[in-house]
C-alpha cells in the first residue's frame, strides 16, 4: 500500500512559473523525503524533512511539512526546462521499519 | 566513485527462465535494498538488507530472492520469470538502516515474454 500520494499526477508549467506538489500520507512519520527523477533514469535525493521541522530550503527548492494534516509541499520556484521530471514524496513511517515507502509521483512538465 | 551501479539496463526473458540482476555499490552503506517501478504503483519495495547475511521481505516480495554475502554487493535473483514481473528494477542503498536518504542505481528494464 501506498503510503504518500502526490498531487497532482502531472503538472505543465511556462518557464519561469513556480511548480508546486503536493504530497499526503497516512501515519506516523519520522522523516519525509523528495526525489526527482528524470526519464529513464534513477531517483536522485532532493531534500529531506524531519517530524520536528516545518519548513526546510535548498536553492530554488522549498518544501513544507504539516504534520497535523499529514501532508507536505514541494515548490519550485523560477522553474527551467531542465526541472521537466517527476517528482516523488517518500516517508519513513515510525512503525513502517527499515522502509522508505514512496507514492506515485508527480511528473512536472516545464515548456520553453 | 561510482555509486551505485545496476547490471545489466536491459534484459529480456522468456517466462520460467531465471537471472539476477546485479547491484554494487562503493560507498560502504549498510543499508540496500530493491524496488520495482510500475506505471502507476509508484515504486515499490521487494526485499532489502541492513548488514552483509542480514536481509528481510519488503512488501512485494514474492519470486524474488535476495542474498548478502558482502557489504558491496546485493543481488536479486528470479527463480522463475512470470510475466507480471516486466518493470523497472531500482537498486538503492544508504548509510544506515533508518531514515537515510537513499542513493539510486540507474535500472534495470526487464521484459518478461
Known sequence: ?112 | NAGVTQTPKFQVLKTGQSMTLQCAQDMNHEYMSWYRQDPGMGLRLIHYSVGAGITDQGEVPNGYNVSRSTTEDFPLRLLSAAPSQTSVYFCASSYHLRGEKLFFGSGTQLSVL
Open chain 1, 1 to 112: 500500500s501506498q503510503q504518500g500520494e502526490e498531487d497532482p499526477q502531472a503538472l505543465s508549467i511556462q518557464e519561469g512559473e513556480n511548480a508546486t506538489m503536493n504530497c499526503s500520507y497516512k501515519t506516523s512519520i519520522n522523516n519525509l523525503q523528495w526525489y526527482r527523477q528524470n526519464s529513464g533514469r534513477g531517483l536522485v535525493h532532493l531534500i529531506l524533512i524531519r517530524s520536528n521541522e516545518r519548513e526546510k530550503h535548498s536553492g530554488r527548492l522549498r518544501v513544507t511539512l504539516d504534520t497535523s494534516k499529514k501532508s507536505s509541499s514541494l515548490l519550485i520556484t523560477a522553474s527551467r526546462a531542465a526541472d521537466t521530471a517527476s517528482y516523488f514524496c517518500a516517508t519513513d513511517a515510525e512503525l513502517g521499519g527499515s522502509r522508505l515507502t514512496f507514492g506515485e509521483g508527480t511528473q512536472l512538465t516545464v515548456n520553453p
